[in-house]
T-cell receptor, first 110, second 114 residues
Framework: GQQVMQIPQYQHVQEGEDFTTYCNSS?????IQWYKQRPGGHPVFLIQ?????EVKKQKRLTFQFGEAKKNSSLHITATQTTDVGTYFC??????????FGPGTRLSVLP | NAGVTQTPKFQVLKTGQSMTLQCAQDMNHEYMSWYRQDPGMGLRLIHYSVGAGITDQGEVPNGYNVSRSTTEDFPLRLLSAAPSQTSVYFC?????????????FGPGTRLTVL
């Protein structure tokens, strides 16, 4: 079945440093979503990417969908303590549902 | 709008007990789903529903039952709890079948099975 992997599993950064998490699927995806979960909270939708090579920006966050539609990345510029949490990608391989990756846990040291 | 609500927030069960986790949404969403979240494993889909009266299995359905008699409610039943079912359970809903639509998650139920 479809597998979605994310690296790294954990990332510790100093406030102000950049952060990137990568998402890789074993199959071609029709689209991909990204979610953020704060410690003790629930996942919150960030964005969806649909087109090959698509790049979307939300303030300091940049999301990219690979040309082959099998990978994606989330880049945060100049991290802040409010960025702390776990970032999940969720991939749809033309099926009924999304498959979530295991997540990347980000901690930001002030 | 309350969004997606879940009850209870915390629950402790003994092995073999049964219980129902409640989930409700007031956004008139057709698609609802249940996930479990275990450390290092992300969110795994248990069951989902594309509308009232329609349910289907996800990735890890064993030991769980669901029903969808109304658009608003999607309860998850544990028939005979096992320690392997200790997890955090999230209910989610979205406007359509889930494809191309953001999922709104409830606050979660933290379940411990002794």
């Amino acid at each position: 079945g479809q597998q979605v992997m994310q690296i790294p599993q954990y990332q510790h950064v100093q406030e102000g440093e950049d952060f990137t998490t990568y998402c890789n699927s074993s199959t071609t995806l029709s689209n991909i979503q990204w979610y953020k979960q704060r410690p003790g909270g629930h996942p919150v939708f960030l964005i969806q990417l649909v087109k090959s090579g698509e790049v979307k920006k939300q303030k300091r966050l940049t999301f990219q969908f690979g040309e082959a539609k099998k990978n994606s990345s989330l880049h945060i510029t100049a991290t802040q303590t409010t960025d702390v949490g776990t970032y999940f990608c969720a991939g749809d391989n033309y099926g009924q549902n999304f498959v979530f990756g295991p997540g990347t846990r980000l901690s930001v040291l002030p | 709008n309350a969004g997606v609500t879940q009850t209870p927030k915390f629950q402790v069960l003994k092995t073999g007990q049964s219980m129902t986790l409640q989930c409700a949404q007031d956004m008139n969403h057709e698609y609802m789903s249940w996930y479990r979240q275990d450390p290092g494993m992300g969110l795994r889909l248990i069951h989902y529903s594309v509308g009232a009266g329609i349910t289907d299995q996800g990735e890890v359905p064993n030991g769980y039952n669901v029903s969808r008699s109304t658009t608003e409610d999607f309860p998850l039943r544990l028939l005979s709890a096992a320690p392997s079912q200790t997890s955090v359970y999230f209910c989610a809903s979205s406007y359509s079948t889930g494809k191309g639509n953001e999922q709104f998650f409830g606050p979660g139920t933290r379940l411990t099975v002794l």
